[in-house]
């Protein structure tokens, strides 16, 4: 299953998928229609201020097997044959047990164009299925400018991190260090990072 | 491999969807003394107050037993299991043979043992039926007793007070939700009940039911006042349903006895859910923490261990999640903590309604409540789940800026 894969140490805090993720969220899909419904349209995913100054994205991981799905009283919490963990506000009742049960503190509670009659629904992340069907990437991935945010196979970027990690092993060893030191230190941080 | 699981509901699901897992062939029939299919028990006080429809009740599609290849027996009640034949008896006298057993029978509500609860009017609310006939007796803007604040019948009180009733919610204790709340987050839900024109009564134990031609009158407390009402609602708790197991010697009074792979005396036999005596997972005390989280993961546990798994579980951990019109309260773990080293650490944000109290013990955090932003809890429970030092954490929860970034940014 392709997810959206958060890199932190790129992450700048522009907040720009938070915005792109309200818009995809909202009954018009369009940024200057959106802020003017009824029903404000949220973001679901935050942007925590992190250890070191860094910023820190936070979203639903669509765990398996989902903590929130196990405890929902309301069945309103299912695993979708995309592979997604969704919430269907039509049967949320905003009892927030998912809160309770959620180990990385992504749920929020608020109203949705979907259910207006409700005061609040459980919201997360529901990896923009309107855009997949249409080919498109999330939201939130295409807002993000600086690559914290990517869309694809996990399993494939835990690879391309390993790959990084033994070049940027490989090249701090004495021998190519020689070569490597004459390059300015930005770069080589770069070259360490892709 | 024939598998038999007593009870339909959180606990006995969740078993059987995993035994499928483990076991693709084997024979799963679960017997529900229930006629329904299954349904969330929870969702009854939702569904008092109209806020859910009864269609959303069901937990599982119309085909749920065919596809997931369960023999279901709904409406037969199991009245012995006799693990020396290996089989299970039937009222109607049909005795099932099984290889491997879970009994997830639940528990039933308990009565406040006072005189009078035989009257047209005394209610409880535990199962359809229970709601069903609620629903009908209820006076329409009558007035309505609720005896005992815990989660049901606090949330009961509210949903009483959605469908027009005058409500009273009588409790012993001296504070709505005991057990669960410290007196300050309870005086904070306590100001909302009140705002809700519920009128509570702590510190008031019912003497006894007060009824005219063999229906509900009145309440009367031990302090001699005389609360009027037409119907009264019983929730103070539940008690497991394990009389059937009088005869194998499985259960004592607190409830069916089983070990970390949820495995009773019989090594055949399993057990799951609100019929279970568990282990607190922070002391290591035996409690009974009947909450639809803990039926589901024991059932998990049950379910994987009877098809061969050798899963442990760690433990109970009491958590509860109270929202009531935006008003919302988690709670868990130890309230008050007996032993040496505790330390809380509580702050009140009275602009915007936020608690917050940590309890702490010897640099673990064991015990959690929140009001208002709940939105972390999980991540709280996780700390008090896996029992970590919080010296050794990245950012320590004590501090007020605190939040989940500073553990993994």
Redesign the interface.
């Known amino acids: 299953m392709k997810t959206v894969i958060i890199q932190?140490e790129r992450c700048l805090g522009c907040l720009q998928c938070r915005l792109a993720c309200a818009v995809e969220h909202s009954r018009a899909k369009e940024l200057v229609a959106a802020i003017q419904e009824q029903v404000v349209p949220r973001a679901r995913l935050r942007i925590?201020?992190?250890?070191?100054h860094?910023?820190?994205p936070?979203k639903c991981r669509h765990c398996e097997?989902a903590?929130c799905q196990?405890?929902c009283?309301?069945?309103a919490i299912c695993r979708t044959p995309r592979g997604t963990v969704d919430i269907d506000p039509?049967?949320c009742?905003?009892?927030?047990?998912c809160?309770?049960?959620?180990?990385?503190?992504v749920?929020?509670?608020a109203s949705l164009y979907l259910a207006p009659e409700k005061?609040?629904v459980a919201l997360k992340c529901d990896q923009c299925p309107d855009r997949e069907a249409a080919g498109r990437l999330p939201a939130c991935v295409e807002a993000c400018k600086v690559g914290a945010l990517t869309y694809g196979e996990w399993q494939e970027t835990q690879e391309d991190k390993g790959r990084a990690l033994a070049r940027a092993f490989f090249t701090s060893l004495p021998a190519s260090q020689e070569t490597a030191s004459s390059l300015p230190a930005t770069i080589r941080v770069w070259r360490q990072l892709s | 491999m024939l598998y038999l699981i007593i009870g339909a509901s959180a606990a006995g699901l969740?078993a059987a969807e995993i035994l499928r897992q483990w076991d693709p062939r084997g024979a799963i029939t679960l017997i529900s003394e229930e006629p329904h299919p299954p349904y969330?028990?929870?969702?009854l006080t939702?569904l008092l107050s109209r806020?859910?429809r009864l269609d959303?009740v069901?937990?599982?599609g119309p085909d749920y037993f065919q596809e997931w290849g369960f023999e279901a027996r709904l409406g037969e009640r199991v009245v012995q299991v006799a693990p020396g034949e290996r089989e299970v008896r039937l009222q109607s006298g049909e005795a099932l043979p099984y290889d491997r057993l879970l009994i997830a029978s639940g528990a039933s509500p308990r009565l406040p043992g006072i005189p009078g609860e035989d009257l047209a009017g005394v209610f409880t609310l535990r199962t359809l039926a229970d709601w069903r006939r609620l629903d009908a007796g209820l006076p329409e803007g009558g007035q309505v007793a609720v005896v005992g604040a815990g989660p049901v019948g606090v949330k009961a009180a509210e949903a009483l007070v959605h469908r027009g009733c005058r409500v009273a919610l009588v409790e012993m204790e001296p504070q709505v939700l005991p057990r669960l709340l410290e007196s300050q987050a309870a005086a904070l839900l306590d100001d909302a009940l009140k705002k809700w024109g519920i009128d509570v009564y702590c510190n008031a134990a019912p003497a006894g039911i007060v009824g005219r031609q063999g229906r509900v009158r009145a309440l009367a407390l031990a302090d001699g006042r005389e609360l009027p009402a037409q119907a009264v609602l019983c929730a103070i708790g539940v008690t497991p349903n394990t009389a059937f197991l009088a005869a194998p010697h499985l259960a004592v009074a607190g409830g069916l006895q089983v070990n970390a792979r949820m495995q009773t005396a019989h090594p055949d036999i399993y057990g799951a859910g609100d019929c279970v005596q568990g282990v607190h997972l922070l002391t290591g005390q035996p409690a009974y923490v009947p909450i639809?989280?803990g039926a589901?993961?024991q059932g998990?546990i049950a379910g994987a261990n009877m098809g061969g798994a050798q899963r442990r579980y760690p433990g109970a951990l009491p958590?509860n999640?109270i929202?009531l019109?935006?008003f919302?309260v988690?709670t868990?773990g130890l309230v008050e903590p007996e032993g040496a080293d505790v330390e809380i650490v509580s702050e009140h944000d009275r602009q915007r309604g936020g608690y917050r109290r940590l309890v702490y013990q010897q640099g673990r955090l064991v015990g959690l409540t929140l009001v208002g932003q709940?939105?972390?809890?999980?991540?709280y429970?996780?700390l008090m789940g896996q029992q970590l030092p919080v010296k050794d954490l990245?950012?320590d929860p004590r501090t007020p800026d605190f939040?989940?970034?500073?553990l993994?940014?």
Not at chain 1, 99 to 105: R, W, Y
Not at chain 2, 40 to 43: A, M, N
């Open positions: 932190p925590y201020p992190g250890r070191q860094l910023a820190f936070n097997p903590p196990q405890v009283i309301a069945g039509e049967r009742i905003n009892c927030a047990m809160a309770m049960a959620c180990p990385f503190g749920l929020t509670y005061a609040a | 969740a969330s028990r929870p969702l939702y806020e859910v959303q069901w937990l599982k639809w989280p589901v993961a998990r958590q999640s929202s019109r935006g919302r988690i868990g709940v939105e972390d809890a999980g991540i429970f996780q990245s950012a939040h989940p970034g500073r993994w940014g």
